[in-house]
């Protein structure tokens, strides 16, 4: 199974897309975790990517596709994966489709989770990140059991540096930019399937299961 999670930044595709790999056992890959744990680990490419992600920019698309096109090769891709973040701008999905092609494969589905610009301000402002294993909260919506630190391995949280408001308008002007077009793109493939973001996480992920399972009231 090969899914593509469309949305605005905060819209909650990396929230749903975990919940996706764990039920179907197949690897969530963000490309927003990827260029953090480069940036943790102090590589060329983290650094570089540190100079657009901290002004709410896109990371160039050549670096972005080596990236990927590296990671698909990984074995645990054999059997599909859920993307997070990544087609981000038509140049993207077109690689991807190429890449894809050669293969003859293509993409299963396009899940938007549809959320409008106000919410997405105030639930950025309540995110709060891991700073050693990435694990996300809100500080109302999915609060840790401990305030300031994370579950699974203890370690403080923080906001991060691209969530602060002025920030995020600009990652939304960008995201209304670059990235909506891609509904458009998948639409035309006949892939694309909305779901409602601002329902509660798992009302948001029953409706994705529904899709994947075939079982969406059209
Ligand atoms: P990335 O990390 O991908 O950020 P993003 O797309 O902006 O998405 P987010 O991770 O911010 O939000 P999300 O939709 O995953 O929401 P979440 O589930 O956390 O990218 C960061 C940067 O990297 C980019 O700006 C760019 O510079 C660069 N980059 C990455 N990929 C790139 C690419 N392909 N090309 C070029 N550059 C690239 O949820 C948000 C909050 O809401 C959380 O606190 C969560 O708990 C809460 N929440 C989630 N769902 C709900 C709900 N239903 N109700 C209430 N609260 C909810």
Excluded: W
């Excluded at 991060?160 to 209304?176: A, G, I």
């Amino acid at each position: 199974m090969k899914i593509i999670m469309l949305g605005a930044p905060g819209a909650g595709k990396g929230t749903q897309a975990k919940k996706i790999a764990e039920k179907y056992g197949i690897p969530h890959i963000s490309t927003g975790d990827i260029f953090r744990a480069n940036l943790k680990a102090g590589t060329p490419l983290g650094l570089k990517a540190k100079e657009y992600m901290d002004k709410g920019a896109l990371v160039p698309d050549s670096l972005t596709l080596e990236l990927i096109m590296d990671r698909f090769a990984n074995p645990d891709c054999a059997n599909g994966y859920v993307l997070d973040g990544f087609p981000r701008t038509i140049p993207q999905a077109e690689a991807l489709t190429e890449a894809l092609k050669k293969n003859n494969d293509e993409v299963d589905y396009a899940i938007d989770v549809d959320v409008p610009d106000e919410v997405i301000v105030n639930r950025m402002s309540g995110r709060r990140a891991c700073v050693n294993c990435g694990a996300t909260y809100h500080i109302v919506f999915n609060a840790p059991k401990v305030e300031g630190k994370c579950d699974t391995c203890g370690a403080d949280l923080i906001l991060r540096n691209d969530d602060k408001p002025e920030t995020v308008q600009n990652r939304l002007s960008v995201y209304h930019e670059q990235t909506q077009p891609l509904i458009d793109y998948y639409n035309g493939f006949g892939k694309l399937r909305s779901v409602d973001g601002t329902k509660e996480m798992s009302e948001v992920f029953d409706a994705i299961v529904d899709i994947l399972e075939n079982k969406e009231s059209k």
